[in-house]
Structures are given as structure tokens and as C-alpha cells.
T-cell receptor
Framework: NAGVTQTPKFQVLKTGQSMTLQCAQDMNHNSMYWYRQDPGMGLRLIYYSASEGTTDKGEVPNGYNVSRLNKREFSLRLESAAPSQTSVYFC????????????FGQGTRLTVV | GDSVTQMEGPVTLSEEAFLTINCTYTATGYPSLFWYVQYPGEGLQLLLK?????DKGSNKGFEATYRKETTSFHLEKGSVQVSDSAVYFCALSPWAGRRALTFGSGTRLQVQP
């Protein structure tokens, strides 16, 4: 059982380049999330999708776009990368019901130079 | 808005010592509370959870009790091992509305032999 799979694991971008982070889950979960993790700041929510076809902004959405392609897949796009977007990015999924936990991918370490 | 505050790290302990990591929260209603653990280079894994007041979550020797009166969910373990060295995150999921997790800043635990 793969759970939540993210690609790539590592990426280096130049300022202004674009890229898409891919995420897929095989647990038939309704809700999916993108977080970024920065030292001393925990995980902060970038975007959230409660169900297929819906997306909502989280705490730090500026500079990002998302697509909920189907129930399994939720991608995060950086249109014009900036050094401030250097971070570790985590995708997660959950059933979305009250009290249910989220399952996380292994993360993508992104460096923007 | 919702928030989670956890003690600053790093916490350094000797093997077999008693562990407490403090966590308090601010949220309306009755959020669900979680502790996640992150080992080096990996994603977050659920350690334990509690979904209502006075519930005790437990797993792998770790425990935490949901205290509504003090809005706390402190993590404890009676005897830590070197293998417990990791970063621990306290998180909450709201009572109503968007179910995305809100995280604390994380506490790094180092256990020395």
C-alpha cells in the first residue's frame, strides 16, 4: 500500500523558473492538502481540496496554484519561483471526517537559487 | 483563528529518562488533537490522537490526554530510547469547517545513550 506518493524528492530551480509538484494517494480519501515546512515554523497550509473539483487557499497561498486533477491526484505549481519558496513541501490526504488523521508523503525538498 | 503552541527545543535527554513535551491550543468548540513524529529525511507519521475532552491517546509508550479546561495536550513517555530521537509536532483539526490540520512549530528531541 503506497499511501501518499510525491514527486520529485529533490529539486533545484533558478529564480523565475516554473515547476509542478505531483501528489497521488491510493486511500480513496476525499481531502488533500499541500503544506510547506520551514525551520522553526512547523507546517503551514498552502492549499486545500475538500473533494474532487474544489480547492481553497490556506495560510500561505501566494505564488502557488493547485489542481485537483481527480480524486487521487493533487498538484502544486510554482509559476515563477522565488528564493522565498525554498522549503520542504508535503502533500497529505485524509478522509475529511471529524477526528480523522492526515497521511503524509515523504516530502519534496525545493531549493530556489 | 486556531493556533497551537508547543515548547521550544531541542530537548536533550539521556536514555530511559522521562519525557514531557508541552502543547497548548487555541480553538473554538472541540477540536481533535494529534501528535505527529518526523524522523530525519521522512514525512510525518501519526503518533497518537484524541477526539474529545478527557480522551487519552497512546502509542509506542507515548501518551497524551486531551484537557479541555487547560486547552492542553502534553506528550509524555516514561522511558525514552535513542530511537525516539525525532521532531514531534502537535496539531489540531477544527470542530467544524475546514478539516486541515494546524500545526505547532515542532520540538526536536535528542536522546543520548
Amino acid at each position: 500500500n503506497a499511501g501518499v506518493t510525491q514527486t520529485p524528492k529533490f529539486q533545484v530551480l533558478k529564480t523565475g523558473q516554473s515547476m509542478t509538484l505531483q501528489c497521488a494517494q491510493d486511500m480513496n480519501h476525499n481531502s488533500m492538502y499541500w503544506y510547506r515546512q520551514d525551520p522553526g515554523m512547523g507546517l503551514r497550509l498552502i492549499y486545500y481540496s475538500a473533494s474532487e473539483g474544489t480547492t481553497d487557499k490556506g495560510e500561505v497561498p501566494n505564488g502557488y496554484n493547485v489542481s485537483r486533477l481527480n480524486k487521487r491526484e493533487f498538484s502544486l505549481r510554482l509559476e515563477s519561483a522565488a528564493p522565498s519558496q525554498t522549503s520542504v513541501y508535503f502533500c497529505a490526504s485524509s478522509a475529511g471526517d471529524r477526528g480523522t488523521e492526515a497521511f503524509f508523503g515523504q516530502g519534496t525538498r525545493l531549493t530556489v537559487v | 483563528g486556531d493556533s497551537v503552541t508547543q515548547m521550544e527545543g531541542p530537548v536533550t535527554l539521556s536514555e530511559e529518562a522521562f519525557l514531557t513535551i508541552n502543547c497548548t491550543y487555541t480553538a473554538t468548540g472541540y477540536p481533535s488533537l494529534f501528535w505527529y513524529v518526523q524522523y530525519p529525511g521522512e514525512g510525518l507519521q501519526l503518533l497518537l490522537k484524541a477526539t474529545k475532552a478527557d480522551d487519552k491517546g497512546s502509542n509506542k509508550g507515548f501518551e497524551a490526554t486531551y484537557r479541555k479546561e487547560t486547552t492542553s495536550f502534553h506528550l509524555e513517555k516514561g522511558s525514552v530510547q535513542v530511537s525516539d530521537s525525532a521532531v514531534y509536532f502537535c496539531a489540531l483539526s477544527p470542530w467544524a469547517g475546514r478539516r486541515a490540520l494546524t500545526f505547532g512549530s515542532g520540538t526536536r528531541l535528542q536522546v543520548q545513550p
